[in-house]
């Protein structure tokens, strides 16, 4: 009976300041609230464990609806399969619930008319380096379409699962125009991944598919990798690589850290190799990654107590600094593979031929 009472009381006490608001002060409260409610359905709905090809198109073409520490990116890196050829385009873009600086330019949190404010990245290396596409942008989605323009320079990527396309323009050029297509044979197409501890953790979504166009009027044909992943909370150190090889197998590793001081903890860390001559992946345990030098670093990677032994070579790089609450480095390297050694699995290293990939290390802590 006293639960009961005290309850009562304190909706009958809301009752009565809200009545006493003025009818402006009552719409604001109202729209604040539904504001407030629409975050956090948001957030329980990236929470949930997704599965399905039917969920892919619609998380990756909309809006979240960001918490205060939340952030949303598009990745893409797409990479030859033509052997030798170190050619590699990467895109990436945007937004964050409040103001954010990357590489010292502040982008003003902002959404007008289906629109989010951000920022765009596209740059390739053919025998050099080239940043194609750079700064402050708008983003807008709708239903199969994502487009983010910056005056005469945009990227357009559209489509529904399992047929995509990119265009990039630059001063109204078109730079590269591709198809993107789910690959024949049977390796995972797509993947989901949701890690959340209460308020705090990222899902995202990963398709691995083939492409074929033209990027700067030449003939480009490949791997490609294209992933939303949304974060809520902090940006945490990470190193993480994805090599191609020209006969279509796949190298990846990845292992997010926690750096405080002389502190370096490990929270996860795991290789994978994906054999295309045998349709089958092969997945180790116990990574280290080691890397010598500043200027085009050389890497190695090994696992699973060095029966696996991968070195790496990196030619062209390019860096992130966000900035908000923290700052945060995160450098891109296109790396070439030096030699490659597995034991204990039944993969013929001969016949990759060449590889050709990303690595990632990123470093320090931004909200």
Known sequence: MKIKKITDDVFNTLNQDVEILSSVERKKMK????????????????????????????????????????????????VSTKSKDKRQLLVMFGDS??????????????????????YMTAWSYNDKKDLILDGESS???????ILVSNKQNRINYSGKFPNYSLNLFKEN??????????????????EF????????????????????????????????????????????????????FSNGSILTYFEPRIEISILNHKISSELKFYDNTKDKTYTFQGLTVNKFGKTDPRWVITADKGKVFVSLKSYSSHKF??????KFAYIEYLSEVTDIFMKGCDVNTNKLDSGFGLVEDARGYVL
């Open 321 to 326: 600094i966000f900035e908000k609450i923290g």
């Open 97 to 118: 619930s409040g103001d954010i600086k990357v590489n010292k330019k502040k982008i003003i949190s902002k959404e007008d008319k289906g629109k989010r404010n951000g």
């Open 193 to 244: 991944g949701s890690h959340f501890k209460s308020f705090a953790g990222f899902a995202l979504i990963n398709l691995y598919f083939d492409f074929t166009g033209e990027l700067n009027g030449e003939d480009f044909t490949g791997k490609c990798y294209v992933q939303k992943v949304v974060v809520v909370g902090p940006f945490i150190p990470w190193y993480w690589g994805r090599i191609v």
């Open 173 to 190: 050029k078109e730079i590269a125009n591709f198809k993107i297509t789910k690959p024949k044979n049977n390796s995972n197409s797509f």
């Open 139 to 145: 983003i807008s989605t709708k239903a199969n379409n």
């Open 31 to 78: 729209e604040k609230i539904k504001r407030i409610d629409s975050k956090y359905n948001s957030l329980v709905e990236l929470k949930k464990t997704k599965k399905s090809m039917h969920e892919i198109d619609p998380m990756f073409f909309c809006f979240e609806d960001l918490p205060p520490t939340g952030k949303e990116y598009w990745f893409m890196k797409f």
